[in-house]
């Protein structure tokens, strides 16, 4: 039996405590963390903003309550301001004021990720909001009734900034969305996908203002433009979604960490300091397609990391098998999922990799039901033909077929294998030459 500190309880520290607890084994757990609430669902923020849902109480799964019936001691609005790894004590400030000091056996460090915000000028002036944090998102739906918030710059235009744009166009609010990029969602998807997603967001009344670097913020007192290298944009909001970092300032002096500040982890989420362990936004994860550590900041990884930790934190072997990145997003009807990496981006890195595209209907052609098209890629290595990557758009729900090729990367399958692969048909559902047979079938 040995006593578990865990530092930060959102999705990772709430999974490693879940995982814990479960075992039911007597391991003692105390837990810390600074913010009032816990497990807030920031998937379902824009929903929330937009108005697709009507109130937030969904989007928490958990609490102080739940986690202490099942055995841990918690502590909310409580910061750790410093770990003494030698001593194994993690000093905090509780919600009273009170200093305590909590010796550990095991640590587990689930600090999470901040968003970045760039140093520019007016960044402090009212109405410049981030979007990270329950209380953030209640911030901005308060400031959307105002009706002098007429438009809206949001800054960045990957998956959290296009979801926003939506949600504000959906309160019918002018919303301009500013990307250093030439397109949208740049990291996750290749130049045709993006264009879609482009067109989408210009089809629904959204001004792109892609290819333009956001250099000041202007206003007296509170926003009232937004200049970038090329333009300036009269605005009343400005949202910055330009990305997130690991939040490590407590162990970034002692333990090894990645150019970006995220805790380096082993396949058993234990860091370089023995007995801590570093989990979700704060650690890297092993990216299978490229073979190399990487910063991933996902819900999904959160989870998967935290319960790796939590048994090995419990003396239980568990390692990780690695992570795709797999990722999706809606935005009106169109649906894009994505998995591993896209070609432009192997590229960048170095890696030798060819594609096989197709496009063509869902279901059969004699369906006489809705039947879109949908576009897929594949990437893979050039020289073992192993897959390393796959994108896919459509206003069709083919969500569920990229955790194949999820699958497919993580299991190192090549191109080749897909080819024959057994692939049911059924009218109703897709096609006797399905897209993904197609694709496999057309590489080179
Ligand atoms: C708007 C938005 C949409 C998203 N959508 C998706 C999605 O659709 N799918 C997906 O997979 N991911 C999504 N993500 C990413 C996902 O939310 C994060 O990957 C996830 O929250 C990481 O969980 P975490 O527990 O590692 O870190 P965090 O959520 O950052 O939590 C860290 C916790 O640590 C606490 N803490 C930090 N420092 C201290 C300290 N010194 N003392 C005490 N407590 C501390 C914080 O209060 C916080 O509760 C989204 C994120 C946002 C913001």
């Not at 629904?204 to 433009?225: D, P």
């Amino acid at each position: 039996m040995s006593k578990i500190v865990v530092v930060g309880a959102n999705h990772a520290g709430t999974c490693a405590i879940n995982t814990i607890t479960g075992f039911n084994e007597g391991d003692e757990v105390v837990v810390f963390d600074q913010n009032s609430n816990i497990s807030f669902l920031g998937c379902g923020m824009a929903l929330w903003i937009g108005g697709q849902i009507s109130k937030p109480d969904g989007l928490f799964y958990s609490d102080k309550q739940k986690l202490e019936s099942q055995g841990a001691k918690v502590n909310m609005n409580s910061k750790v301001e410093k770990v003494d790894f030698e001593k194994k004590v993690v000093c905090a400030t509780l919600e009273d004021g009170k200093k305590v000091e909590e010796s550990y056996d095991k640590l587990i460090l689930a600090t999470g990720s901040l968003p970045i915000v760039p140093a520019i000028p007016g960044r402090d002036l009212e109405n410049v909001q981030m979007v990270k944090l329950f209380q953030n998102a209640k911030e901005v739906i308060d400031k959307l009734k105002n009706p002098d918030i007429k438009t809206i710059a949001v800054v960045g235009a990957g998956y959290i900034g296009v979801e926003l744009a939506e949600a504000f166009e959906r309160h019918n609010k002018k919303v301009i969305l500013v990307d250093i990029a030439k397109t949208a969602l740049s990291s996750y998807y290749d130049e045709e996908f993006s264009q879609l997603m482009d067109k989408n967001l210009s089809d629904h009344g959204i001004q792109l203002a892609f290819g333009e670097t956001v250099k000041e913020i202007k206003g007296n007192g509170k926003v009232e433009s937004i200049v970038t290298d090329k333009n300036e944009y009269q605005c009343d909001m400005v949202i910055l979604a330009i990305g997130f970092k690991p939040n490590t300032e407590l162990g970034k002096e002692y333990l090894e960490t990645m150019p970006n500040g995220a805790y380096i982890v082993d396949d058993t989420q234990a860091t370089s300091m023995k007995d801590v362990y570093a989990i979700g936004d704060c650690a890297t994860v092993r990216f299978n397609a490229t073979g190399e550590k990487s910063y991933i900041a996902l819900a999904t990884n959160a989870v998967r990391s935290g319960i790796i930790a939590a048994y090995n934190a419990c003396g239980k072997k568990l390692e990780s098998i690695g992570v795709q990145g797999s990722n999706a997003i809606a935005i009106y009807d169109l649906k894009m999922v994505s998995t591993g990496i896209c070609e432009q981006k192997a590229k960048q890195l170095g890696m030798d990799v060819l594609c096989t595209s197709f496009e063509d209907l869902q279901k059969a052609t004699f369906i006489e039901t809705t039947n879109p098209k949908v576009k897929i890629k594949i990437v893979y290595n050039a020289k073992t033909r192993v897959i390393v990557g796959a994108q896919m758009a459509s206003t069709y729900d083919m969500s569920m077929g990229i955790h194949m090729f999820s699958l497919a990367i993580q299991e190192k399958v090549t191109i080749d294998k897909l080819k024959l692969l057994d692939i049911f048909f059924l009218p109703h559902f897709n096609q006797p030459y399905n897209y993904i047979t197609m694709a496999a079938l057309s590489a080179k």
